[in-house]
């Protein structure tokens, strides 16, 4: 499913429309990465939204040894 789709999907929904395209947002996100949402650890997916709030806010500062860590 592609961000576009999601949104027409669930854009008339509110608030769980919009916690279900976030959802599906960090599992396109992860899957960029190589990465399995679903096999992720708790602390990898609280930094991997960490580091894509940053990085839409302009103020990233990705640590590339914690990234090697991750993937």
């Given amino acids: 499913m592609e961000i576009d789709d999601i949104l027409e999907k669930y854009g008339s929904y509110g608030r769980t429309g919009r916690v279900i395209f976030q959802h599906h947002a960090y599992v396109m996100i992860a899957k ?3 990465l399995d949402w679903n096999k992720m650890s ?8 960490g580091e894509m709030i940053e990085h839409f ?3 990233s500062t990705i640590n590339e040894e914690r990234w090697q860590t991750v993937l």
């Fill in 32 to 34: 960029k990465f190589g």
């Fill in 57 to 59: 806010a302009g103020t």
């Fill in 42 to 49: 708790h602390n990898d997916k609280i930094f991997l939204k």
